[in-house]
């Protein structure tokens, strides 16, 4: 199915400039239209409710969360006539939980493309990518602060392990990598038993050439992919999120959330 309706997370980060950047070259290239959306929560750390709070205080706290909004709303201004978007690109501006209204916004669109995540992000705009893909039921694409590679891919990797996940992510992937033409598939330690050939066969019968690298269980599946990826740069690495329980990748460190801290390309995550 082709990718027609992209949605892209905006929230002034630099991670969330280079995904703009990355969402204009992929529309471009697809021929698909790109929404951009700002979401924020209106939770504050003083409750102005309070009695106790002065009503100068509470106008001071109105004003700086309407400061912080305006700042990312000129951002964006800036960044859409920088990538000659004037009057094809509009901000929505939706309020909640960030990850929440990124999940049940990403579900009405065929990709959800955002920064990486910030520690330094204001609380209020922040987002986790790797929640929103384990959430979403839509595919994620993570694109790194800094990054300026565009969308032209040239050669993508696939991470396989014949699990529930990688096959999510290859099949939300499929329409990139076909375009593509060639992609790595990358193995690090077991995998389902399934012969892997038919995975080569089905990428050869979708137009994509596909080679295959392993590695034995003794290689650690994150630091591998990371030190493969640093050393051959492909233009996308696909990636199944979390096909153990996230408490477990959360509480043994997890492959994916170590990947999203270290890698210097896009990641697309499915789940």
């Keep these: ?61 109105d004003e700086a969360n309407a400061g912080l909004l305006r700042e990312i709303e000129e951002k964006f201004e800036a960044e859409r006539k920088a990538i000659g978007l004037v009057s094809a690109l509009q901000l929505k501006e939706v309020t909640g939980r960030v990850d929440s209204v990124l999940s049940e916004a990403a579900r009405h669109y ?10 330094t992000d204001d609380e209020h705009v922040t987002l986790h990518p790797d929640r929103i893909a384990l959430m979403s039921g839509r595919p994620v694409v993570v694109v790194p602060a800094g990054y300026d590679g565009g969308a032209q891919l040239s050669h993508s990797a696939l991470a396989w392990d014949g699990g529930r996940a990688a096959a999510r992510a290859l099949s939300d992937s499929l329409r990139i990598l076909e375009d ?3 992609v790595s598939v990358l ?43 640093r050393k051959h740069q492909p233009s996308l690495l696909v990636l199944g999120a979390y ?9 043994l460190g997890g492959v994916t959330s170590e990947i999203l801290s270290q890698i210097d390309i896009p990641v697309l995550l499915s789940h």
């Design 243 to 251: 096909e153990h329980s996230k408490f477990r990748e959360d509480l």
């Design 180 to 182: 593509d033409g060639r």
């Design 1 to 61: 199915m082709p990718m027609m309706n992209l949605l892209v997370a905006f929230n002034g980060s630099e991670g969330s400039v280079a995904a703009l950047r990355y969402a204009a070259s992929l529309a471009e290239r697809l021929g698909a239209h790109v929404t951009a959306m700002m979401a924020h929560t209106t939770h504050v750390v003083i409750d102005k409710r309070s009695r106790w709070i002065p009503k100068e205080a509470r106008t001071l706290l």
């Design 110 to 119: 065929d990709m959800l493309i955002v920064g990486s995540h910030s520690d």
């Design 187 to 229: 193995t690090v330690g077991p995998r389902a038993s399934w012969p892997v050939e038919d995975l080569m066969t089905h990428l050869s019968r979708h137009g994509v050439e596909a080679v295959r690298e392993e590695w034995p269980k003794s290689y650690p599946v994150a630091a591998t992919l990371i030190d493969w990826c």
